[in-house]
């Protein structure tokens, strides 16, 4: 019963002790977790904590803390239930690190279970998403003033807890249609945090999203410009503009508040 060129006998199937199908399996999975990552970030408003799945060797590291990294990144950041700021002046949206964390703990969870595997790579991607989440929501900073919504940053000299107007600088230019980063409520012809519903419940979202007409039609471009096109042919009460995304990096529900309170226009 010699094993051929990594064939088992009788059946042209690769055997399941050839170190090959291993690697290839490995590859596989290590695919489908990156694939899936953004899934399952999206998908937080439906989870439900399950068992560990169980390990086949016993020997790879698991500290308690790493039991479920989802679980814990859900369960150690309450609801955001804080004082509403008022709605009428110039306000700061407080940032909010649940969007770094929800990547974050899940990443180096997955790289403790699968180290020796590719497993690896589909954490570590995630880690590095948490990283880079965790870094913008320290120097980005959502204003609402009273006429327009403006996007600045914050120098990282500047003191952690200090979100005063006068430590903040213009980001620039927007990267994608140009001008400057700041559109006018009035503009708004709809906006939205995704998943939907957990701005409300309170839970971390993923995705702030809004779209206003005041961008000219030449000179929309990019992902935004192609969801609009393809959202006035498939919606009827669709309206021309520029969409625009950005990852949640302020508390939803308080700029939610602010987008309501200062008549941003919004689709129910």
């Known amino acids: 019963d010699q094993n051929l060129g990594g064939f088992c006998p009788v059946r042209s199937v690769p055997c399941p002790h050839d170190p090959s199908s291993h690697r290839e399996r490995g590859a596989a999975a290590a695919t489908v977790m990156v694939a899936a990552a953004p899934l399952l970030i999206a998908a937080l408003h439906a989870f439900a904590p399950g068992p560990a799945p169980h390990l086949a ?3 790879v590291v698991r500290p308690a803390f790493a039991a479920s990294g ?6 150690s950041m309450p609801p955001s239930t804080g004082p509403a700021l008022p709605t009428k002046g110039t306000q700061v949206m407080p940032e909010d690190y649940r969007l770094a964390l929800v990547c974050l703990l899940p990443g180096m969870d997955i790289m403790l279970r699968y180290h020796e595997s590719a497993g690896f790579v589909g954490g570590f991607v995630m880690f590095a998403l948490g990283l880079i989440f965790a870094v913008q929501t320290m120097r980005v900073r959502f204003v609402c003033t009273p006429s327009s919504f403006t996007i600045m940053k914050k120098p990282m000299s500047a003191p952690f807890h200090d979100n005063s107007l006068a430590v903040l600088a213009d980001q620039g230019n927007n990267v994608v249609v140009g001008g400057k980063n700041q559109w006018k409520y009035k503009d708004f012809v709809n906006y939205e945090f ?7 419940a309170g839970l971390p979202c993923v995705l702030i999203y809004f779209k206003e007409t005041a961008t000219s039609q030449k000179d929309a471009r990019g992902p935004g410009k192609l969801l609009s096109d393809l959202s006035l042919k498939f919606f009827d009460d669709a309206v021309p503009g520029q969409v625009h995304f950005a990852p949640a990096m302020c508390d939803p529900r308080e700029l939610g508040q602010q987008f309501a309170a200062r008549g941003a226009k919004k689709i129910r």
């Open 194 to 200: 995704f998943p939907k519903g957990c701005a409300e």
């Open 70 to 75: 989802l679980r814990m990144a859900l369960t």
């Open 57 to 59: 060797r016993s020997h």
